[in-house]
């Protein structure tokens, strides 16, 4: 048998990658969210245990930090096929492009209810009330995955 499977399928496709960055927003919605906090938030969301929170959606794999620089790359793709079907919103200014939630995000997040999504929803009720905490975690989080290289 031959192994077709993919860095891709094995991480998550841009579908999932997309759906999960509009639970976030939709969770985050007073706030616009850059791609570097999407990739970031993402790996918290699926991983909130190790990080104090309540349950990790995902499989605990060892290396699984390797699926950052997966997802900073796939999420761009991803962001731009719901950006393209109005899923989700953007705005540009002088610091970068940010993401944000719309009317259509909470239509389309709001169709999903399964045992999965009611995970994710337990995940970002906690992502959300430590919001701050985990902001600042980012920074050393990334920066110390930067020195580990």
Not at 38 to 66: R, W
Not at 97 to 121: H, M, P, R, V
Not at 136 to 146: A, D, E, L
Request: hydrophobic share 40%; charged share 25%; with cysteine.
């Amino acid at each position: 048998m031959t192994n077709t499977s993919t860095t891709s399928s094995f991480f998550n496709n841009r579908i999932e990658l997309a759906t999960r960055s509009s639970f976030i927003l939709a969770c985050l919605a007073d706030r616009v969210l850059d791609i570097d906090r999407l990739v970031f938030f993402d790996y918290v969301l699926l991983y909130a245990k190790e990080f104090g929170g309540p349950i990790n959606v995902h499989t605990d794999l060892p290396n699984k930090i390797a699926e950052l620089i997966y997802r900073r790359e796939s999420l761009p793709a991803a962001l731009k096929l719901f950006l393209s079907r109005g899923i989700i919103s953007s705005e540009i200014n002088s610091t970068g492009i940010y993401f944000k939630a719309n009317e259509e995000t909470a239509q389309y997040i709001g169709c999903l209810k399964s045992e999965y999504y009611k995970d994710i929803w337990t995940n970002l009720l906690w992502l959300e009330s430590n919001y701050e905490s985990l902001d600042n975690k980012r920074i050393g989080y990334v920066h110390g995955f930067s020195e580990r290289k």
